[in-house]
């Protein structure tokens, strides 16, 4: 497996545009999560989903931000309108449901750094 | 929910030292305690975990402690090589159904020659 995709890896918009990030998880995991890292905040989880569905979005930082997952292999996150201080590495992971062992351990993509001008 | 706390933040040794990472938590529920490297330009990788049924965890030049009555563990890393320098990142869950991931906010190790 390529493991989980994500594009653009570089993005750069000007205040106020749309972006939108793109996620393609591991073939066969079940939950998908989408992180925010900056320095002074670290990583801070955003949304995850499980088979599809949205289960805890507490932190998104606000309605500027929307996550979907239409199926099981893409997930989007979407800022709109962006701001300056949107300006963060935004990582994609997923995870496998089943398995003792192997739930709870979460495969990171390469990440979309994103700078809002 | 759970906190967790990581130290230091940055920390600098010489190549074939030995380099410690120390996390604490807060909620003594948690069961589960991974230790992820992040390498410039990428994410995330998990390097080795621990669950609270042991004490000690070892994969060759790495190790993992875990004290569950101080609620802290730390990560180990003996002979350092420059390739280690990284960013090393403690999580902490419950491995109980399904739970997110805590992190701590990240050591910065950086391996001199």
């Known amino acids: 497996d390529a493991g989980v995709i994500q594009s653009p890896r570089h993005e750069v918009t000007e205040m106020g545009q749309e972006v939108t990030l793109r996620c393609k998880p591991i073939?066969?995991?079940?939950?998908l999560f989408w992180y925010r890292q900056t320095m002074m905040r670290g990583l801070e989880l955003l949304i995850y989903?499980?088979?599809?569905?949205?289960?805890?979005d507490s932190g998104m930082p606000e309605d500027r931000f929307s996550a979907k997952m239409p199926n099981a292999s893409f997930s989007t996150l979407k800022i709109q309108p962006s701001e300056p201080r949107d300006s963060a590495v935004y990582f994609c992971?997923?995870?496998?449901?089943?398995?003792?062992?192997?739930?709870?351990?979460?495969?990171f993509g390469a990440g979309t750094r994103l700078s809002v001008l | 929910g759970e906190n967790v706390e990581q130290h230091p933040s940055t920390l600098s040794v010489q190549e074939g030292d030995s380099a410690v990472i120390k996390c604490t938590y807060s909620?003594?529920?948690?069961?589960?305690f991974p230790w992820y490297k992040q390498e410039l330009g990428k994410g995330p990788q998990l390097i080795i975990d621990?669950?609270?049924?042991?004490g000690e965890k070892k994969d060759q030049r790495i190790a993992v402690t875990l004290n569950k009555t101080a609620k802290h563990f730390s990560l180990h890393i003996t002979e350092t090589q420059p390739e280690d320098s990284a960013v090393y990142f403690c999580?902490?869950?419950?491995?109980?159904?399904?739970?997110?991931?805590?992190f701590g906010k990240g050591t910065m190790l950086l391996v001199s020659p």
């Open positions: 992971a997923s995870s496998p449901a089943t398995g003792a062992k192997a739930k709870n351990i979460q495969y």
């Open positions: 073939s066969g995991h079940d939950y």
């Open positions: 989903f499980n088979n599809n569905v949205p289960i805890d």
């Open positions: 909620d003594s529920a948690s069961n589960y």
């Open positions: 621990i669950r609270s049924n042991v």
């Open positions: 999580a902490a869950t419950l491995n109980s159904g399904y739970s997110t991931l805590t």
